[in-house]
């Protein structure tokens, strides 16, 4: 209780805040967009990942007031990039049950005058299964905005083709297990390769998340997959970091 006060006080003040990971396209390696990944900025314990918070802010009914904060303060900083740059934001199960959150997704873009083209959120699988319908109608109205969908962590879930099948959803995101495997474990490559050559089928675009070297992101770039993300592209920022990007960018 003492902590939902405080996780209240923290999102109030301002203490939530956006980082940034790179997304970048695999063949012309230019850089297209951001991940925003959320840091809590306390005052005493410094930067805390979002595993201390994030599910905390969900299971205390925190997390729309959270991601809110995080997407209005995503979106302005997006505005002073250069143009075409994208953000993903992730969205948590529970957001996916309330379908209240296309309003509010809406509602942050118009007061911030950021395209709904350059958005796209994340969502996982743990979100969808437990109440598929109103998952459906969620979905359906934020691309009815023209936002972009990207399932999450895809193929660590389960139901995986049901879901994409019927959410028709227009990105599918390589987890990183898949991926940093590769390194160690060459047939890994069987695996991201499937997924890229299913997502192809699909008529699905694709990203491999946790790329950490150079012959990943050239074995990955090769098997066809859209986009990378990882330690070897960079790591996530604060905005005041991202001016070397930004240029590379323009
Ligand atoms: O930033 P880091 O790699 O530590 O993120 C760990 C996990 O937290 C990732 O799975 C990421 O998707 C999740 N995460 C980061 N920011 C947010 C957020 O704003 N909302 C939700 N729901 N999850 C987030
Ligand atoms: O689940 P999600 O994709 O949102 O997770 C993003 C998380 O992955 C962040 O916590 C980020 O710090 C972490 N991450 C990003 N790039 C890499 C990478 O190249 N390798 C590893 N091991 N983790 C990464
Ligand atoms: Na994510
Ligand atoms: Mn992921």
Redesign the pocket.
């Known amino acids: 209780a003492v902590f939902k006060v405080r996780l209240r006080s923290a999102i109030e003040s301002g203490e939530i805040v956006p980082f940034y990971?790179p997304l970048v396209d695999l063949r012309s390696r230019r850089l297209v967009g951001m991940?925003v990944?959320a840091r809590w900025r306390h005052p005493e314990r410094g930067i805390l990942?979002?595993s201390d918070f994030i599910a905390h802010a969900e299971h205390g009914g925190l997390i729309g007031p959270l991601f809110q904060g995080l997407l209005r303060q995503a979106c302005r900083d997006a505005m002073r990039w250069p143009d075409g740059l994208k953000i993903a934001v992730?969205l948590a199960p529970r957001q996916l049950q309330d379908a209240s959150i296309a309003g509010c997704v809406l509602d942050v873009l118009s007061e911030t005058g950021f395209s709904p083209l350059r958005l796209e959120l994340?969502v996982t699988e743990t979100g969808i299964v437990r109440d598929l319908g109103t998952a459906k109608k969620v979905l359906a109205m934020l691309r009815a905005a023209g936002i972009r969908i990207a399932l999450?962590?895809f193929g660590t879930g389960y139901a995986s083709l049901r879901m994409v099948k019927e959410l028709a959803v227009d990105r599918l995101?390589i987890d990183?297990s898949f991926v940093?495997a590769l390194a160690s474990a060459p047939e890994s490559g069987r695996y991201v390769s499937a997924i890229i050559g299913l997502a192809r089928a699909l008529g699905l675009a694709t990203t491999a998340?946790?790329?950490?070297d150079t012959a990943s992101a050239k074995r990955i770039g090769a098997m066809g997959c859209d986009l990378g993300?990882?330690?070897?592209f960079g790591r996530?920022s604060p905005a005041a970091a991202l001016t070397e990007w930004m240029e590379q960018a323009e």
């Open positions: 990971q991940e990944l990942p979002p992730n994340e999450d962590d995101k990183r940093v998340e946790g790329i950490e993300q990882g330690y070897y996530p």
